[in-house]
């Protein structure tokens, strides 16, 4: 009986702040009828916005991919003084405001800042151009996918990879034939969390983009923008294609959740 | 030869390839991360730091988000234990769709999180709650946003957890909450504990969902980090950076707490 009451709060919790707004929203932007939904979709500005968005998630997600590997290689397999705080600033950035971090690079590149010699004074566009916002992309989803391979790191282990190299393997070939195809559901799950981030990033990219309608502004700037401009269709429309991504994302979360645990 | 004369301390001599991972890791925080924060860090420390923290709108604004933010963590705390309870404990049809529709707000965009809430419980609302432009509101938005942090911390030490001394103490006629409290809670403290702190953190942080759903009232309905995005639009540099540096510090305190939280529950799990 008390199971079966715990049971129903929890599902109904979930069903009142998770199911049913999203469900509202597939109604709300097909409200006007499927044509205004599309037309508001494939505006041009919309348009350029989701290109802008999947350009900077496919220069930040290899990156962060790279490091995150050779990062939790560093966290679990070196020794080395200073650990701690290396730990502290790969977790920072799921701790802090993306604002903050836009002001950050907006002070170190703006008039005044630290590099604004070395690129803006000589005309190096850095700020309200894409090359801060994939900066800010960059430091928000930092820490995804170290943080799925240091587990898997541990679980695994070094016993197998000091046998490979005992038998006169390279560190390359310990790497490619023992490390990575232990770690690869884990990297896998990482590289999905790191995309999601990227594509959903908002606080950051509106401070160093400038929000330039159909230059700097990206498809979650865009929703914002709509929105504020009344364009109710066109604000829901963007955003249940964003749903539609996100919840791509949780299927894939969900078929790779098994094979990183096993 | 050389390869072999460093067989027996392979991990314990630093090799050319180790130093030169640690160089790019260095590197790539230092440019990425570090330099950044050092340069907001500076910022702050012009002068005017305690004027522009202790303006009465910032204040305001801090005491707004520190609030709402231990509102919903607070909540996080009861609502994700019990979900992680029900998710490990209870078996019902559907379970599976359940469980992968928590990581949801970790997967949907905040600004889309913003519009869909508002689309609910909006002025438009099919079910007559309008919390648009209140304090109730961003609870409920932050409530969203910080859903999976404590379900996903305890979910899996709730699964690992021994059923046997709870069937022990039922058999010797221990009632179901005094179970849960002497010998379930403890268990699955540290993983509330620390999924309440990171839950609280992305909350005080959070600004895409509330840019939609709160309004941005000054001293009404402003939280830190809007105050942070205005006053950067406005061009006041000195008072955007000296509200941030204080979100830096709380962040920077909450992750402390997290890494000493785990401290003690290994150490717990190893005596």
């Given at each position: 009986m008390r199971r079966a009451a715990l049971r129903a709060t929890v599902l109904g919790y979930l069903a009142a702040i998770l199911l049913a707004p999203l469900a509202l929203v597939a109604r709300r932007a097909f409200e006007g009828g499927a044509g205004r939904a599309w037309s508001a979709v494939s505006d041009p500005d919309t348009v350029h916005a989701f290109e802008l968005t999947l350009g900077i998630t496919a220069i930040a997600v290899p990156l962060n991919t790279l490091f995150g590997v050779v990062c939790a290689l560093a966290i679990v397999r070196g020794r080395f003084p200073g650990k701690g705080l290396l730990n502290a600033f790969v977790d920072l950035p799921l701790a802090l405001s993306p604002v903050v971090v836009g002001l950050s690079l907006f002070l170190l590149f703006g008039r005044g800042g630290w590099l604004y010699g070395l690129f803006e004074a000589h005309g190096v566009r850095v700020l309200f151009a894409p090359p801060s916002m994939v900066l800010a992309t960059v430091f928000v989803s930092l820490p995804f996918v170290a943080r799925e391979v240091v587990p898997a790191l541990r679980e695994l282990g070094e016993e197998q990879e000091q046998a490979a190299r005992t038998l006169g393997a390279s560190s390359r070939q310990t790497f490619r034939r023992i490390t990575l195809p232990a770690i690869r559901w884990a990297l896998v799950y990482g590289v999905v969390l790191t995309t999601a981030r990227c594509l959903g990033e908002y606080g950051a990219v509106a401070v160093v983009s400038g929000?330039?309608?159909?230059?700097?502004?990206?498809a979650t700037l865009r929703v914002q923008d709509r929105y504020e401009s009344l364009d109710l269709t066109g604000a829901y429309g963007i955003s249940l294609a964003l749903a539609a991504i996100a919840v791509c994302v949780l299927v894939a979360m969900t078929l790779l959740r098994p094979r990183r645990e096993a | 030869m050389a390869a072999r004369a460093s067989l027996p301390g392979t991990a314990a001599r630093p090799s050319a390839g180790g130093a030169l991972a640690l160089g790019f890791v260095g590197a790539f925080l230092g440019a990425v991360v570090c330099l950044p924060l050092a340069a907001l860090v500076r910022s702050s420390a012009g002068g005017g730091f305690l004027a522009a923290v202790s303006s009465s709108e910032s204040v305001a604004a801090l005491e707004l988000t520190l609030a709402a933010a231990a509102a919903a963590a607070l909540v996080n705390a009861v609502a994700g234990t019990a979900i992680a309870w029900v998710l490990v404990r209870d078996a019902f049809p559907g379970k599976a769709a359940v469980n992968a529709l928590i990581d949801l707000p970790f997967a949907l965009p905040t600004v889309v999180a913003g519009l869909v809430l508002l689309a609910l419980y909006g002025p438009r609302s099919p079910v007559g709650v309008d919390v648009a432009f209140t304090r109730a509101g961003i609870v409920l938005a932050l409530l969203f946003v910080t859903l999976p942090f404590v379900v996903r911390t305890v979910q899996p030490v709730l699964h690992e957890l021994d059923r046997e001394p709870e069937d022990a103490a039922r058999s010797l006629g221990a009632s179901e909450p005094t179970i849960f409290c002497r010998i379930v809670l403890p268990a699955i403290l540290p993983g509330v504990l620390s999924g309440v702190a990171l839950a609280f953190a992305r909350a005080v942080g959070e600004i895409g969902a509330l840019v939609i759903v709160s309004g941005n009232l000054p001293y009404r309905t402003e939280v830190a980090s809007v105050v942070v995005f205005n006053r950067i639009q406005a061009g006041d540099r000195a008072g955007a950076a000296a509200v941030a540096v204080v979100l830096l510090a709380i962040s920077f305190a909450v992750l402390l707490a997290v890494g000493a939280v785990r401290r003690l529950a290994t150490r717990h799990e190893r005596a």
């Open positions: 929000r330039i309608e159909g230059r700097t502004e990206t | -």
